[in-house]
């Protein structure tokens, strides 16, 4: 996610794409609407889930990364972890069967 977009608006375009994709997506939790970082929640079949974070890199493109692919309520208590202490992030939820992330930046495994 670029920093020179604010949040809400890059948050909003992945909504789209998620949705436009076939996918049900929904914002978990509403972080700063300027400048806060984003988690996206992936569930694919019930009970397993994906979690994306953006990756550290402050001089080169965004990239994200995954961070977990767990059950889903581990992945829910990593949020929950990331929500105590920050509590600017925007979690976004993705449902798709085919385990799409609808991510258009570079995305790696942790």
Not at 35 to 49: E, H, L, P
């Amino acid at each position: 996610m670029p920093r020179e977009i604010p949040a809400h608006i890059w948050v909003s375009a992945l909504l789209r794409r998620a949705q436009s994709g076939g996918a049900f997506a929904t914002v978990g939790h509403r972080g700063d609407a300027d400048r806060g970082d984003v988690v996206i929640k992936v569930t694919t079949v019930r009970g397993q889930a994906r979690l994306y974070a953006p990756a550290f890199n402050p001089e080169g493109p965004t990239s994200f990364e995954r961070l977990a692919q767990e059950d889903e309520v581990d992945v829910d208590q990593l949020i929950q972890k990331r929500l105590k202490s920050d509590r600017d992030l925007w979690v976004v939820e993705i449902e798709d069967r085919e385990g799409r992330h609808f991510l258009t930046e570079t995305v790696r495994d942790a």
